[in-house]
Structure formats: C-alpha cells, structure tokens
C-alpha cells in the first residue's frame, strides 16, 4: 500500500496581508495600514496606525521584513521584526454582509 503525501501550500505574509480587511498587532487592532507590494514603492512596504488609548502608535515593515515573517500556525499569527524588537501580527479577514436578500415583493404589502 502507498501513501502518497500531500504537498502542503504555505501561505506567505504577504499574500495574507493582501486579503486582509483588519490587522491585529501586538494585541491591537488596527483597520488603518497600507501595503505596498510592488518592489519599485520607494519606502515601507506595510505602514500600520492605531489607537493605543490617546496614544497613536505607528509601525513600518520592508518586505524584507515581510518575506522573513515566521508562521505561528498555533495562534494563527506572524513574528515579525523591525529595528524596535520582534511583533505578534494577525490578518483579519472581515465579514461583509449585503443586503441582496431584499427582493422588490418585499416592497410589495400582503393585501
């Protein structure tokens, strides 16, 4: 009998940061950050901005720093560092809902 393996596909940061509506950075949540995955963008590749009670912190990766990101497939997060010390990062994906599900007859009263 032969058990063939299945090849397994590792996401990278990058093509998670790429689909991510929020980020949740060392505890944090920050809706507000900028990715620029093109090698040509001159400056940070990944800016994040949040609010930390009054304070407004700020965070920027290279996508050297992005590429060398280490999965932590335990809590679904990402180390990365910067010349400030190493971060927890989590891309969040968030749940649209639409309100396709009003159709003209429900305009329509039941007479």
């Known amino acids: 009998m032969f058990i063939r393996k299945r ?8 093509t998670v940061l790429q689909t991510a509506d929020m980020l949740e950075i060392n505890g944090l949540y ?4 900028e990715l620029h995955s093109d090698p040509a963008h001159t400056g940070p590749a990944l800016r994040i901005e949040c609010m930390d009670g009054r304070e407004l912190r700020k965070w920027q ?12 497939v335990a809590s679904d997060s990402w180390a990365i560092s910067d ?3 190493s971060h927890e990062l989590k891309a969040l994906a968030g749940i649209n809902a639409g309100n396709d599900d009003d159709t ?3 305009d329509v009263a039941d007479l």
């Open 83 to 85: 010349d400030k010390g």
């Open 104 to 106: 003209p007859d429900d």
């Open 30 to 33: 920050a809706w507000q950050f």
């Open 61 to 72: 990766f290279s996508l050297e720093q992005i590429a060398a990101a280490q999965h932590n």
């Open 7 to 14: 090849a397994v596909m590792t996401a990278t940061l990058l």
